[in-house]
């Protein structure tokens, strides 16, 4: 974006303003030639591709190249959820939806008596560290609510859900971490201590807000208006009658709620230094998406890199995610993704051992997304005191020890054409010079690897093992490795599976 500089003369006094001003015709061509496209089997897309126009207005561009580059280099990260749900060990937020007007009432005032003295965010990198990890995502507020962070906006009105003549009352309060026994600032506490470790910062952020009344009925909020049954003006996917029918909104609530909204977006990055993603959750609809359009232009010019995940924004955003699914193969569009799978069975903290999916699970879907020239985010959540579950972090650190052997095909790659054969994944390194082959198996004297043409002075190695290994070409295009006998035994191999090889090219 372009700058002009403003001098003010104040009673004697210069002022000197730096407004942003909008793209040039040519930065959009540009940004427009990328095609930063949505593909349209992705399911976000399809729920707001009603009224979220496919090409960005002429004042918006996306994060630049490098940015996007930089987002592509991500190959494995963390998403924590964590919240006041973590005192019950139930799932984030929609367990909410099914309770009790009791239990929601219940529900709402666990941020009392919300205190994770256990916390560490210095810990937490040192984790992420060991696991490899090179990003993590925190959910800085979820769809019940409560902000992780110091916030500055009010709260004016909620759910009265034990007073059915009167179902909404007034409020003021922040609603956030700031007003539990806690106090401090989790949030900044992370960014501070990812800047120190050189991790780079994902701070997800729900659209919907189910505590403010001046939220509903966007998005599955227990309360609901009449004007809903048109569901996709609200973000709905379908009318509920069960819910807590209230008046229809006023322009005031309206203008609240947007004012908000966005407030809260933008102390998220205003305040926390540099954030190189935000990860936006759910959507709004219809009905408030000129204001929503407008949100996320503030956003872009308060950083104009921070990666923007494209729930609820269609082509607006910079990425998209795949959830609990890896795509099927290598994705038709230069929109870059993450897939994100979660490593127990919620999204919150998982109190069981045995939920816990296994290294191998990790390393597997890991390998695959990146094949695919995609990257992989796996989930967990801590419990209320702010530690993960042993298991959780056992599993974790495994993959760790697996990318200190094998790194070097995942880290710095990008997919290559031929990505795949049988159960063998291919990578490929940025500069082109080596093919990495991922393989689950192998057994006997010989390995074949199709699809690898190699010059007679070429070298292959199995990564985590000392020795090159002997190769020749085979008739169809590939080569045929052989095997030492020291490593025809699994126990000797530099690790348990998914073994790389690094051919060069």
């Known amino acids: 974006m372009n700058k002009i500089i403003i001098i003010i003369f104040l009673s004697g006094i210069v002022a000197t303003v730096t407004a942003q001003t909008g793209p040039s015709a040519e930065q959009v061509r540009q940004d427009r030639a990328r ?9 976000h897309y399809q729920i707001v591709k009603g009224y979220v126009e496919d090409e960005p207005d002429a004042d918006y561009i996306h994060a630049s190249e490098v940015a996007h580059e930089a987002f592509r280099d991500i190959k494995f990260s963390i998403r924590i959820h964590w919240g006041v749900y973590s005192k019950w060990g139930i799932e984030a937020s929609w367990p909410l939806l ?18 994770p003295e256990g916390f560490d965010a210095e810990e937490w990198m040192s984790f992420f560290k060991r696991c490899g990890m090179q990003a ?19 709260v004016r009105q909620r759910a009265n859900y034990l007073d059915p003549e009167h179902p909404i009352e007034a409020c003021d309060l922040a609603y956030s971490i700031e007003e539990s026994p806690f106090k401090r600032d989790i949030v900044k506490e992370l960014c501070d201590a990812a800047h120190r470790n050189n991790i780079k910062i994902n701070l997800y952020f729900s659209h919907p807000d189910w505590y403010d009344a001046d939220f509903r009925p966007y998005s599955s909020h227990p309360l609901t208006i009449d004007a809903a049954r048109t569901t996709s003006d609200f973000g709905e996917a379908s009318y509920d009658a069960k819910k807590i029918m209230t008046p229809n909104l006023t322009q005031e609530e309206k203008d ?54 494209n729930r609820g924004i269609g082509n607006y955003g910079d990425y998209y995610q795949p959830e609990e699914f890896v795509p ?28 816990y999916k296994g290294t191998q699970w990790v390393v597997n879907h890991l390998i695959d997304c990146v094949a695919k020239g995609g990257s992989f985010m796996v989930c967990i959540g801590p419990d209320a005191n702010g530690k993960f579950h042993p298991e959780a972090v056992r599993q974790l650190e495994r993959v760790g020890e697996w990318l200190k052997i094998n790194g070097e095909g995942i880290y710095n790659t990008h997919a290559r054409e031929v990505w795949k054969s049988g159960d063998i994944r291919f990578t490929q390194s940025k500069d082109n010079k080596r093919i990495y082959a991922f393989v689950e198996k192998f ?12 010059k007679k002075k070429s070298k292959v190695k199995l990564l985590g093992y000392s020795n090159p290994l002997k190769w020749q070409p085979t008739s169809d295009g590939g080569i045929k490795i052989e095997i030492p006998e020291a490593l025809q035994t699994p126990e000797n191999r530099p690790c ?10």
């Open 136 to 154: 993590f995502a925190f959910t800085t507020k979820h769809h019940d609510g409560f902000s992780m962070f110091h916030t500055k906006t009010r």
């Open 496 to 505: 348990e599976y998914a073994w790389a090889f690094r051919i060069e090219n």
């Open 443 to 454: 057994s006997g004297k010989e390995l074949i690897i199709p699809s690898v043409t190699l």
């Open 256 to 309: 609240r709620m947007v004012a908000r909204h966005r407030e809260q977006l933008s102390e998220l990055l205003t305040n926390y230094g540099k954030i190189d993603m935000v990860c936006l959750d759910m959507w709004l609809g219809r009905y408030v998406w000129n204001e929503t359009r407008e949100t996320v232009k503030m956003m872009r010019r308060l950083q104009p890199d921070v990666m923007i995940r």
């Open 328 to 355: 099927q193969g290598k994705e038709n569009t230069n929109m870059p993704w993450m897939s994100i799978c979660l490593l127990g069975k919620i999204f919150a903290y998982d109190p069981v051992a045995e939920h």
């Open 98 to 115: 099914n309770m009790s007007n009791e239990k929601k009432t219940e529900y709402n005032e666990l941020y009392k008596t919300f205190n």
């Open 35 to 43: 095609g930063i496209v949505l593909p349209e089997s992705d399911g």
